[in-house]
């Protein structure tokens, strides 16, 4: 099934033009089984080694501060010929590409990961400007995407981009292409393993016999040795203290 790439836009009602690109019917290669964990969060996106190291006219990114898990301050580079392109076919929106897309020296921007938004099964980015949305479609495979890409511009002018229009089906061939290669690229299913291990959720309830226990480096005078923990290394255990900062 060859994917199919759309390119829509409408006046913004904040302000400026919106522009939405579109791919359907996008393979993905060992797609998770919850459509909602086809992308990963940003923090993790930055310890990619694919993403640490890019190849020249490639893109990187670097975690500055993370606010939660899946909502970071990102620095990034952004030179790839598909966002060139769109600079080109979109120059009047300046401070779109030139800003926070097409750009070799480094920008920040804040990165959040939705799931299950819009929809149950989606996965979202919201970003400077952006938002992408990865939604699976109702094939036998369970391997079939829709990807989504809105942006907007500053100008509320599509006037002049009829100029453009015989090179639009040409940009969106190629964007189709390179949404396949970024998510099929290497360490996209490695990222993934990460992202599923990179926090614990730790629940608490009401205990009936005091603060729980947690896990103490060094041994005091208030610590409690528990045999049980001693073959991952977590012998000496403290009370919680919950008006102590807890790391």
Not at 35 to 47: F, K, S
Not at 116 to 130: A, K, L, Q
Not at 146 to 162: I, M
Not at 165 to 171: G, I, K, V, Y
Request: charged share 20%.
């Amino acid at each position: 099934i060859r994917p199919e790439a759309v390119l829509s836009h409408r006046s913004c009602p904040w302000g400026g033009h919106l522009i939405k690109m579109e791919a359907t019917n996008v393979f993905i290669q060992n797609a998770p089984a919850d459509p909602a964990n086809m992308l990963v969060r940003p923090e993790v996106r930055a310890l990619s080694p694919a993403y640490a190291n890019p190849k020249p006219a490639e893109y990187s990114w670097q975690c500055l501060e993370t606010y939660g898990p899946g909502n970071a301050l990102m620095e990034r580079t952004n030179c790839m010929w598909a966002i060139r392109l769109l600079s080109v076919l979109f120059g009047h929106s300046q401070c779109s590409t030139r800003e926070h897309f097409f750009e070799k020296t480094r920008t920040v921007t804040r990165l959040a990961l939705y799931r299950d938004f819009p929809e149950r099964g989606d996965s979202t980015y919201v970003g400077t400007e952006t938002i992408s949305i990865a939604r699976r479609l109702p094939h036998s495979s369970g391997s079939r995407y829709r990807l989504v890409f809105v942006f907007s511009t500053p100008e509320d002018s599509w006037t002049h981009a009829s100029l453009c229009c015989q090179h639009f089906p040409a940009f969106l061939d190629m964007l189709r292409t390179m949404l396949e290669r970024v998510v099929n690229g290497p360490g996209f299913c490695d990222m993934r393993a990460a992202d599923a291990k990179m926090y614990l959720v730790l629940s608490m309830r009401n205990f009936n016999r005091g603060h729980p226990l947690v896990p103490q480096r060094d041994p005091s005078d208030e610590s409690f040795d528990v045999s049980a923990g001693e073959h991952i290394g977590l012998v000496s255990w403290t009370r919680f203290k919950p008006h102590e900062k807890f790391h």
